[in-house]
């Protein structure tokens, strides 16, 4: 492992004499995530049961991350397992090739991904809240259920929309400001 004298923390003399910068200068601490830089952030709760928002982070190539909201009461009971075993389907055998994602899955917006299990039995579904193509699902979830916590880190499957309804689906989803005021009510 590289000590931390081996970088430059003072300015230093570079190639042709130019000054190279130090690093510790250039460091940033409030700079934004890598999720608040290149996603965007999409909600939904469904109308019977507000305790239970999901997230999808929304990147401009039309991938999704589907998880679950900060708040969603899985969270507070504690997350005991995650399950990609779906009726007759296990959602971790898809397998997808190539630039089109063919043998992805085909989910419908109301289609569930998961199955989260919390320290009380309870067992919660985790939705597509996207129509698309399941092109892969978060295994390191079923190891480390702590994870689903870390926003970027803990999604639990990606799903590619056609582009052609990603403007209708991100209509139908609430956007980050709207979701804050939600639960402020």
């Not at 597509?128 to 979830?141: D, F, H, M, T």
Request: glycine share 6%; with cysteine.
């Amino acid at each position: 492992m590289e000590k931390t004298h081996d970088y430059w923390y003072e300015e230093q003399s570079g190639i042709d004499h130019c000054k190279v910068p130090s690093i510790v200068n250039d460091f940033n601490a409030n700079y934004p995530s890598i999720v608040d830089r290149f996603y965007t952030k999409l909600y939904q709760v469904p109308s019977n049961k507000p305790d239970e928002s999901q997230q999808v982070l929304f990147h401009s190539n039309r991938i999704c991350l589907v998880g679950l909201a900060k708040d969603h009461v899985a969270f507070q009971k504690g997350i005991r397992s995650v399950s990609f075993e779906v009726g007759k389907y296990d959602r971790s055998e898809n397998k997808v090739s190539g630039r089109k994602k063919s043998g992805g899955m085909i989910l419908q917006a109301d289609s569930t991904i998961a199955l989260v299990t919390c320290q009380d039995d309870t067992v919660y579904k985790i939705r597509s809240c996207v129509q698309g193509k399941l092109v892969e699902v978060n295994e390191r979830i079923i190891a480390d259920p702590e994870l689903m916590k870390i926003e970027g880190e803990g999604y639990v499957a990606v799903v590619m929309p056609k582009i052609e309804h990603c403007t209708t689906m991100k209509a139908k989803l609430l956007s980050y400001d709207a979701y804050q005021t939600l639960k402020m009510k």
